[in-house]
């Protein structure tokens, strides 16, 4: 159920927010031959879809693309001005170094500010302003910047997939969300192995969740799903610092996070609990007070019974974010169930 080889090289390929097509382009081809049907929207949304006749629709959501940078400025010295594509902190940011996709190419980066021994004593305890941070990718002058990289273009952190220690952990940039995407790919390619049951399923890769759930609220308008999940990242609290009163209890390796508020189902939420207990596949509830910030919210407002569905995640918005393997297979094991759980005669209307 995780195919790993392919989830290193989803991770890997760039995909920030508006700039996902290379990404897509790998799911496809992963994807193509198993399921019914397979196209892209003009927004750049990714629909795999089995039993397209059926008149009962779920929608699996997980957005593809990630945090990242666009360039906005070079200046006569060769350097890379940028702005934000997505939320960051930015004392993560010095140092790291970035792919700058261009189009000249790929180029290393290196995200360059003023060393510490420079700096005035008020200005070490703050962190550094986005404005006043750059890109170095090793260029005399703008000439030679510009033959290479052109403003509009973008950048992502360098840093590639990995293990990480002894129990099925995985380390990488972006895992929020190509392991959403990831998981949704993983459930059709299951799914397609038998296509014996009720529900017609659409399986999105959606992009510029970072920039407002614009691929999701395009995909959710064109599909109009009885029931829709969205599959994303969420809070790891088994790390210092992080508040449980705040966050929940969440750890790594625990289980997916099943959401249960305002945003969400409670008919289908319930019906995801009991599948779960039947099966003893380890879940942990998370309360969610209000919109979840997620597909979810887009998918809600289309009429859907809603999920979310949540992959704990460590170091969220910074180059290295972990997860669990364990965690993923048992997404694919409880929404496969799920999916085939579904007959004609749920509503899941809630009264």
């Known amino acids: 159920m995780v195919n790993e080889e392919f989830l290193k090289k989803l991770v890997t390929t760039p995909r920030a927010t508006g700039y996902e097509f290379g990404a897509q382009q790998i799911i496809k081809e992963y994807l193509e031959k198993d399921v019914d049907e397979i196209y892209a929207d003009r927004v750049g949304n990714l629909y795999a879809v089995i039993n397209p006749e059926s008149s009962f629709k779920v929608m699996l959501a997980g957005h593809i693309d990630q945090i990242g940078f666009q360039i906005s400025y070079i200046d006569d010295d060769g350097y890379l001005w940028f702005k934000p ?26 995200i360059g500010k003023k060393a510490i021994h420079l700096m005035k004593p008020d200005e070490r305890k703050k962190a550094p302003e986005m404005e006043k941070l750059f890109i170095d990718i090793g260029c005399k002058d703008k000439e030679e910047a510009s033959s290479k990289i052109q403003v509009g273009d973008f950048a992502v952190f360098d840093y590639g997939y990995d293990r990480l220690g002894e129990h099925n952990y995985a380390v990488s940039s972006g895992f929020d969300d190509s392991i959403g995407a990831f998981i949704v790919a993983e459930i059709m390619k299951e799914l397609a192995k038998d296509k014996n049951f009720y529900a017609g399923v659409y399986g999105v890769s959606t992009v510029q969740e970072e920039i407002g759930l614009r691929g999701a609220t395009v995909a959710a308008k064109r ?3 009885e029931v829709g999940i969205a599959f994303d990242v969420g809070f790891a609290s088994d790390a210092p610092e992080i508040s449980k009163k705040d966050v929940g209890e969440v750890k790594l ?13 409670p008919v289908l939420v319930k019906r995801i609990i009991e599948i779960a207990e039947k099966n003893e596949i380890p879940i942990q ?13 887009a998918i809600q407002l289309s009429g859907a019974a809603t999920a979310l569905v949540g992959i704990p995640n460590r170091y969220m918005h910074t180059a290295s974010e972990v997860i669990s393997l364990d965690d993923v297979k048992n997404i694919i094991k409880l929404v496969v169930k799920l999916i085939k759980s579904i007959t004609e005669e749920d509503t899941f209307i809630p009264f």
């Open 85 to 110: 594509l997505g939320g960051f902190d930015t004392s993560t940011l010095p140092g790291k170094r970035v792919k700058v996709i261009g189009k000249g190419g790929t180029f290393l980066g290196v």
């Open 223 to 225: 599909i109009s799903p």
């Open 253 to 265: 390796g625990d289980g997916p996070i099943i959401s249960i508020g305002p945003n969400l189902n």
């Open 285 to 297: 509830p998370h309360a969610a007070n209000r919109g979840t910030g997620t597909d979810a919210n």
